[in-house]
């Protein structure tokens, strides 16, 4: 595992937690540095696709 994987990943963990607590600004700027390292990651595009659609429906 390279260390930029390693640090996508701590970075898409950060942004589930801020997903959980209901912080989606936050979220999604921990998703977008998830993305930035490792551009592929799925599971990172997936989760900020969650956080913004929940702040949409929070703020809407």
Not at 10 to 18: D, E, I, Q, S
Not at 28 to 44: G, M, N, Q, S, W
Request: proline residues 2%; charged residues 35%.
């Amino acid at each position: 595992m390279e260390i930029d994987e390693e640090i996508a990943i701590a970075w898409n963990n950060k942004g589930y937690v801020h997903t959980i607590l209901g912080q989606y600004d936050e979220a999604i700027v921990c998703f977008d540095r998830a993305l930035y390292l490792e551009p592929e990651d799925e599971t990172a595009r997936k989760n900020r696709s969650i956080a913004e659609r929940r702040r949409t429906s929070e703020s809407g």
